[in-house]
């Protein structure tokens, strides 16, 4: 049974700062991991999507790594801003089943 | 294109009433995923449907029910609701050639 973590919980930075965020997951043979933002009371964001093939993905000052051998994924998120301010979650799908297996988030605040 | 819609945005119900959500999934969609949100569990995942049929399931009660119409729309049904039913469903839609999921803004069911 795959299981996700992502530590730390929470996270406060000054504005500017570059950042990386950390998801890590039990089973290897993943297809893909997915990473999410949600604002307070609000659905989900889809940020990236990485396939088990792929080492990273980037849009614009986010980039994604994926490196299933350790079992790990980290989420760098360049020049921060208090926009950024959210609950960052990563979820990744594991055997044939298209289902996703959540991590309990990082609440991220970006202090101006 | 007009991202995943979901009906009613809050609702409140009472104990042993029975409730319907609904989710209209991104054109072209034809994968609909339901998910539970609380602050104890995090997101759980419920069910998928594509085409009509479901295609796996969590490990919900019986309780938690869902279908899919032929145009990809779906409901998701909670019978002799409890207190602990009370969070953020969320309904994701993901492409046929992708397994990206697309989130909508999610309902949140209060139940007293």
């Known amino acids: 049974k795959q299981e996700v973590t992502q530590i730390p919980a929470a996270l406060s930075v000054p504005e500017g700062e570059n950042l990386v965020l950390n998801c890590s997951f039990t089973d290897s043979a993943i297809y893909n991991l997915q990473w999410f933002r949600q604002d307070p009371g609000k659905g989900l964001t889809s940020l990236l999507l990485?396939?088990?093939?792929?080492r990273e993905q980037t849009s614009g000052r986010l980039n994604a790594s994926l490196d299933k051998s350790s079992g790990r994924s980290t989420l760098y998120i360049a020049a921060s801003q208090p926009g950024d301010s959210a609950t960052y979650l990563c979820?990744?799908?594991?055997?044939?089943?298209?289902?996703?297996?959540f991590g309990s988030g990082t609440q991220l605040t970006v202090l101006p | 294109k007009a991202g995943v819609t979901q009906t009613p945005r809050y609702l409140i119900k009472t104990r042993g009433q029975q409730v319907t959500l609904s989710c209209s999934p991104i054109?072209?969609?034809?994968?609909v995923s339901w998910y539970q949100q609380t602050p104890g569990q995090g997101l759980q995942f419920l069910f998928e449907y594509f085409s009509e049929t479901q295609r796996n399931k969590g490990n919900f009660p019986g309780r938690f029910s869902g279908r899919q119409f032929s145009n990809s729309r779906s409901e998701m049904n909670v019978s002799t609701l409890e207190l602990g039913d009370s969070a953020l469903y969320l309904c994701?839609?993901?492409?046929?050639?992708?397994?990206?999921?697309?989130f909508g803004p999610g309902t949140r069911l209060t139940v007293l």
């Open positions: 994701a839609s993901s492409p046929p050639d992708s397994q990206e999921e697309f």
């Open positions: 990485i396939q088990s093939s792929q």
């Open positions: 979820a990744a799908v594991s055997g044939s089943a298209r289902q996703l297996t």
């Open positions: 054109s072209g969609h034809r994968s």
